[in-house]
């Protein structure tokens, strides 16, 4: 993934320090978003999850950086290999658009996030009774 060049780009600053950003790098011949980033600036401390969508393969990489001063360091990559019954709305352009333009960027933010962490924590969870 090449973060720098996007398609589509959302910025929006909650208060004097935070600002949330969702960047679309890539969209298929068959209208998918390929490849999604997700940013949070909170001061000088940035976090970033660089997102792969290809139906059968979804990969996130996390990465945080403390300070201006340094490089983006990996804290995880995760790889679910599976196909997906239904294509998550976040792989549209026009849904991540239209919930953009209705919630703001940081709501979608962290609902991207939420589906992100039920897709890796689903496989442990076990169901009781």
């Not at 910025?11 to 969209?27: M, P, T």
């Amino acid at each position: 993934m090449v973060v720098g060049e996007f398609l589509q780009k959302w910025e929006e600053r909650v208060g004097s320090d935070v600002l949330y950003q969702i960047e679309i790098g890539d969209v298929g011949e068959d209208g998918i978003i390929h490849e999604l980033v997700l940013t949070r600036w909170n001061g000088p401390f940035r976090e970033r999850f660089e997102i792969e969508f290809w139906g059968n393969k979804l990969r996130v990489i996390w990465k945080i950086k403390n300070n201006v001063f340094e490089a983006f360091k990996t804290m995880a990559e995760m790889t679910y290999r599976d196909g997906f019954e239904e294509v998550p709305w976040w792989v549209s352009p026009d849904e991540v658009a239209d919930m953009v333009s209705t919630v703001g960027a940081g709501t979608v933010y962290y609902l991207v996030l939420d589906y992100i962490r039920d897709v890796f924590s689903t496989p442990f969870i076990r169901e009781e009774g």
